[in-house]
């Protein structure tokens, strides 16, 4: 069974974990918050977060210090922190404060799952495709399609490369997929709105 409780990176003066001992702790496992001290031995705590931030991780931060001025919050806002607390604190405020940003990271995950077209949407864990609240079923390969077509952001995609990314699938294979997946999520297939073909070029989704 998975684990569900929350995975917390605690990084701060009075606590036995070095700043590399976390570097390297990064590097291998996603958590769902960290919480990091601003006084940190051989590196400043607004230095570390931009270092985690320089890496895309979207991981939310909480800042603890001792240091109350305003220019001090700003600093440790900017630098990408997504909390900013200052010592002392109360317990139950830190708490209800990392509850709070954990469920807002979960539903920016859930989210980040979901492509949307329209009144309708895919979801790129449970490979389901909703059109208007209506399930709508894929095959293996329209799915491998999608998702490659979902992939490009937008970008276009020429045939022969679509190819080699579905495993050297003839160019006719891949029309005719494209041809099905368009049948599935498009309101008008004359007209599509998501996913188009680029004279001369390939085809693109937008999503």
Do not use: C, W
């Amino acid at each position: 069974m998975q684990d569900s409780k929350p995975h917390i990176l605690v990084v701060d003066d009075d606590h036995p974990l070095s700043t590399k001992e976390a570097k390297s702790l990064l590097q291998y496992f996603i958590y769902d918050l960290i919480i990091l001290d601003v006084m940190l031995p051989g590196i400043n705590g607004i230095d570390f977060v931009k270092t985690i931030k320089s890496n895309k991780s979207e991981t939310p931060i909480v800042m603890l210090t001792a240091l109350s001025e305003i220019d001090d919050r700003i600093r440790g806002l900017e630098s990408g922190a997504s909390d900013y607390i200052t010592k002392p604190f109360e317990p139950r405020e830190l708490l209800i404060r990392i509850r709070n940003l954990i469920n807002n990271y979960n539903n920016y995950k859930k989210e980040q799952k979901i492509k949307r077209l329209g009144n309708s949407y895919y979801n790129l864990e449970s490979k389901e495709f909703k059109k208007k609240d209506k399930v709508i079923l894929l095959s293996s390969t329209e799915q491998k399609l999608l998702e490659i077509l979902i992939s490009s952001n937008g970008q276009t995609i020429s045939r022969d490369e679509l190819s080699t990314l579905m495993g050297n699938y003839s160019i006719r294979s891949i029309d005719v997929q494209i041809v099905r997946i368009r049948s599935k999520i498009e309101d008008d297939t004359k007209e599509p709105k998501y996913l188009k073909t680029i004279r001369n070029e390939g085809y693109a989704l937008y999503t």
